[in-house]
């Protein structure tokens, strides 16, 4: 017996899994040298302001590098949709290594002082603004949407990497030819990143079919009218936006006063910081690994609820160990909340909304947060560690909170 007239149709080719793709290796490799890259600038530029003029001068330089971040991110996703992400990233990543090459050479021949510092800060900071949305909007270009989260997991690997390695490299360069070597081994570094980037393959993605005639600030608008009104993007939104704000000051800021008010000094700030980022490094070993999490969106609301409750408890915690113990936990809980955003907002967004998404998710915990810092620190003054860590720990919590109330974002799935 025969059959006639049934089409059979090929079942999609399986995508490559992102660890063993050579195109994603790269761009992480890229990402990888950039990542360490930026920590060995931050610690060269704070080492050259506190010498040239003071703890008061440091904190302005490093304060004027990120406001042009927080102002003009949202601008640098608008860039990567009109032009595309990887001709961003290259072009951004060369200017940021002529900027700081540039300065190591100058400050091998002399000593401009704490200005030339602050514009060095204004330049890295505006670069940043369209280097940040592109390298995050690049995964979505480089490998397919069942991959995202794995993508996000190994990134996840490279940000712990690079604050393992990159302070203790910037104080060898630093301790080996000041300031000038610090900036020297930055600028190597960007310079690595930029062979790999160029040699990425990039599928092209389908252009905004409404974009035509319309303004950069149109485009911007245009983009956040549609993040507000997506129905997965607009909640995940607020819940990062109160997330970053409430988490990332006690960590930068308020860990510090903490660490000097209950006596554990420098060292002891370290290990708090060492079990944080021993957690969010196991979550993103778990995410690389298992490559996607059921029920993603309910699961990340859940982890920076549970993690908001960690982020209170260590400002009353007894002792060191205990504290360490915490903040291995709280890294577990947010590292993966952090992880699945990302995941969720790539899969989520319009192919050619991506940049424009990232940016809008990257203005809080790159921009917005960090302007937080004096508030912090002025707040821990006046009131004490608990209260303000409570604080912050209630704006997680409503964030996580918000999560759970949402019904799209609870119920948001990423692609298998």
């Known amino acids: 017996m025969t059959t006639t007239g049934i089409r059979t149709v090929p079942a999609p080719a399986p995508e490559e899994p992102a660890h063993r793709d050579g195109n994603v290796l790269r761009w992480l490799g890229a990402y990888s040298a950039s990542a360490v890259g930026d920590n060995v600038y931050f610690l060269a530029l704070s080492w050259a302001a506190v010498q040239s003029g003071g703890p008061a001068q440091a904190g302005l330089v490093m304060a004027v590098s990120a406001v042009p971040r927080a102002l003009l991110m949202l ?17 951004s990543d060369a200017a940021r290594c002529a900027a700081v090459f540039a300065v190591a050479g100058l400050l091998v021949v002399a000593s401009p002082g704490v200005w030339l510092l602050a514009v060095l800060g204004v330049v890295f900071g505006t670069v940043d603004a369209l280097f940040m949305p592109a390298v995050g909007a690049l995964p979505a270009r480089i490998t397919g949407r069942g991959q995202l989260a794995r993508v996000q997991g190994m990134r996840g690997l490279v940000v712990r990497l690079a604050h393992v390695v990159g302070a203790p490299l910037g ?22 990143s930029l062979p790999l980037l160029i040699s990425l393959r990039v599928g092209e993605l389908p252009a905004d079919d409404t974009a035509g005639g319309r303004t950069a600030w149109g ?53 708090v910081l060492a079990g944080f980022g021993t957690g969010a490094g196991v979550s993103a070993l778990f995410l690389t690994v298992r490559g996607r999490v059921p029920r993603a969106g309910l699961v990340l609301s859940l982890t920076c609820l ?3 409750v960690g982020v209170g408890t260590i400002a009353y915690v007894p002792g060191l160990w205990t504290a360490m113990g915490v903040a291995l936990l709280v890294g577990l809980l947010i590292g993966l909340t952090g992880a699945l955003t990302a995941a969720l907002a790539q899969t989520e967004s319009a192919p050619a909304y991506v940049g424009r998404v990232t940016s809008a998710f990257s203005v809080f915990s790159l921009g917005v947060a960090p302007l937080t810092y004096p508030l912090t620190g002025v707040a821990v003054g006046a009131w004490g560690t608990a209260p303000v ?21 609870r119920a948001a799935e990423l692609p298998r």
């Open 171 to 192: 104080g060898l360069g630093v301790a080996l030819g000041g300031s000038a070597a610090a900036f020297g081994i930055a600028g190597a570094l960007f310079a690595v």
């Open 75 to 91: 601008g640098g996703g608008v860039v990567a949709d009109r032009f595309g992400p990887r001709r961003v990233v290259i072009s």
């Open 219 to 271: 485009d911007l608008g245009d983009g956040l009218r549609y993040i507000r009104g997506h129905r997965v993007l607009a909640p995940l939104t607020l819940v990062v936006a109160l997330a970053d704000l409430g988490f990332v000051g006690p960590l930068n800021i308020g860990l510090t006063m903490l660490a000097d008010e209950r006596g554990w000094g420098a060292s002891g700030m370290g290990l």
């Open 389 to 409: 860590f409570t604080a912050s720990a209630t704006a997680c919590a409503l964030a996580g909170a918000y999560g759970l109330c949402s019904r799209s974002l």
């Open 306 to 308: 549970t993690g908001a």
